[in-house]
Nanobody
């Protein structure tokens, strides 16, 4: 049993939508004061913050990805989801869900107390 766990397809074709789900066992996404977060790491590169959904349901997005990103939640299942549309090979990365220990979020690894194990997503035709 892990605090967070990602799931979804590992291979997505260009122009399609990448969809991932994070199952949360480390707390409640509706009652815990936390920014439930999606982060990715492309091959050979650093972490890139994608976005987050606050316990209230308010969403926040990386401006460079905002036009293609949607984060939502399923409160009955204590899960939150990522949808990234119009993907290209540059979206190939290991995708993580995470939760910070404080009241901030971003691309710094030490902001987060809880991590999923990560899931590889490859964009290829």
């Amino acid at each position: 049993q892990v605090p967070l766990q990602e799931s979804g397809p590992g291979l997505v074709k260009p122009s399609q939508t990448l969809s991932l789900t994070c199952a949360v066992s480390a707390g409640s996404i509706t009652t815990d004061y936390s920014y439930w977060t999606w982060i990715r790491q492309p091959p050979g590169k650093g972490l890139q913050w994608i976005g987050a959904i606050y316990y209230s349901g308010t969403t926040y997005y990386n401006p460079s990805l905002k036009s293609r990103t949607s984060i939502s939640r399923d409160t009955s299942k204590n899960q939150f989801t990522l949808q990234l549309s119009s993907v290209t090979p540059e979206d190939t990365a290991v995708y993580y869900c995470a939760a910070p220990g404080g009241s901030a979020f971003g691309s710094s690894r030490n902001l987060y107390d809880y991590w999923g194990q990560g899931t590889q997503v490859t964009v290829s035709s």
